[in-house]
């Protein structure tokens, strides 16, 4: 339902005149972080100390995490309270575009476009770097700022000379940290904190190379399950993340 909210709340202020071009605030270019997901599951007995290594990654400030709980554990005995299907589908489809197949916990995507085992932080730095490389000169400055009760998303152009290809402007709602105690399955009588968890994740524009602006009422958003929220801007299902930005507190 919030996702539906969102989207509708969305299209009545792309309707009137909220999304803009480029006569809007001037965006200056940030620095670009490397998106790292974690693939997890309440039910694996592997996964916790993956979860604890998403939050150390997640205090870096070259680095944006975000947890997303998958579901296809649940059978093992033990329903993920965070889990989403859509998390699922999520990781699939990158497994499908990479053309390896791989789709496992604890796993660690980055950018994309490279994958890791969640747990070894030595195989994430060198996921980072090699997406690092690969996207050097795809990157689009992102820019996300409140003003007043107004959230203020700004994508930049696309680099000169770069190949365009479209791609979606996602808005994830994050909930800093969620303590769970599990009391069946393979983590039965484990207590264990997740990081930047990924409540809520809604396409909200379009981006074909030319700077966007985009406006959102922030109340609607403070609503939710979440303390703050990351804007992603990705090609295709799940292809290159190209910018991120975050807002860790409303």
Not at 26 to 45: D, N, W, Y
Not at 159 to 181: C, F, Q
Not at 231 to 246: K, M
């Amino acid at each position: 339902m919030l996702k539906t909210a969102l989207i509708s709340v969305f299209s009545a202020f792309a309707l009137s005149g909220v999304m803009i071009a480029a006569q809007d605030e001037a965006a200056a270019e940030p620095e670009h972080k490397a998106v790292v997901e974690l693939f997890t599951s309440q039910g694996c007995s592997s996964c916790p100390p993956a979860d604890k290594l998403l939050g150390k990654f997640a205090k870096r400030n070259d680095v944006v995490a975000l947890t997303f709980p998958v579901d296809y554990w649940d059978y093992l005995g033990w329903k993920d309270t965070l889990a989403s299907p859509e998390f699922s589908t999520r990781q699939r489809a990158y497994a499908k575009a990479r053309g390896d197949g791989e789709v496992y916990t604890p796993q660690v995507v980055v950018d994309g476009v490279t994958h890791a085992v969640g747990s070894r932080p030595s195989e994430i730095r060198q996921a980072i770097a090699k997406s690092k490389k690969k996207l050097r000169n795809a990157r689009v400055p992102l820019k996300m700022r409140a003003k007043g009760d107004t959230l203020i998303i700004t994508v930049g152009d696309a680099p000169e000379g770069a190949r365009v290809k479209p791609a979606t402007i996602w808005l994830a709602l994050v909930k800093k940290s969620e303590t769970v105690k599990i009391s069946r399955g393979e983590n039965r009588g484990r207590t264990i904190t997740y990081h930047q968890v990924v409540r809520d994740m809604t396409p909200i524009g379009h981006w074909t190379g030319k700077r966007v602006v985009i406006k959102l009422p922030k109340h609607h958003l403070q609503n939710s399950d979440a303390d703050g929220c990351v804007v992603l801007l990705q090609q295709d299902t799940a292809g290159p993340v190209l910018a991120a930005a975050e807002m860790k507190n409303w």
